[in-house]
Nanobody, 115 residues
Framework: QVQLVESGGGLVQPGGSLRLSCAASGISFSIYDMKWFRQAPGKQREWVATITRESGTRYAGSVRGRFTISRTNAKNTVYLQMNSLKPEDTAIYSC?????????WGQGTQVTVSS
């Protein structure tokens, strides 16, 4: 059974940092492209960042320079380091694993940026 489990969310003040983790099981993690998405209240889900199986990275313009995606294949885990957080970063953050037609999602973790 495939599972993606996110952790690391919480409440943080503007300008603060959080590190999200997504632990995968039931897949050959190293061959998957891994992505982070987020969905704010009342808004559509949006793509945040991608790390390919070759560890190439891409970012949405709204987070480039503030967020860093990384992966540790030995731990089947992908990370999202989020710095200089803004209130508009408040959302549920979910990870996604993609390989060909195979596409899996985690349940998400809440990130709230507020003073």
């Amino acid at each position: 059974q495939v599972q993606l489990v996110e952790s690391g969310g919480g409440l943080v003040q503007p300008g603060g940092s959080l590190r999200l983790s997504c632990a995968a099981s039931g897949i050959s993690f190293s061959i998957y492209d891994m992505k982070w998405f987020r969905q704010a209240p009342g808004k559509q889900r949006e793509w945040v960042a991608t790390i390919t199986r070759e560890s190439g990275t891409r970012y949405a313009g709204s987070v480039r320079g503030r967020f860093t995606i990384s992966r540790t294949n030995a731990k089947n885990t992908v990370y999202l380091q989020m710095n200089s957080l803004k209130p508009e970063d408040t959302a549920i953050y979910s990870c996604n694993a993609e390989f060909g037609s195979r596409d899996y999602w985690g349940q998400g973790t809440q990130v709230t940026v507020s003073s």
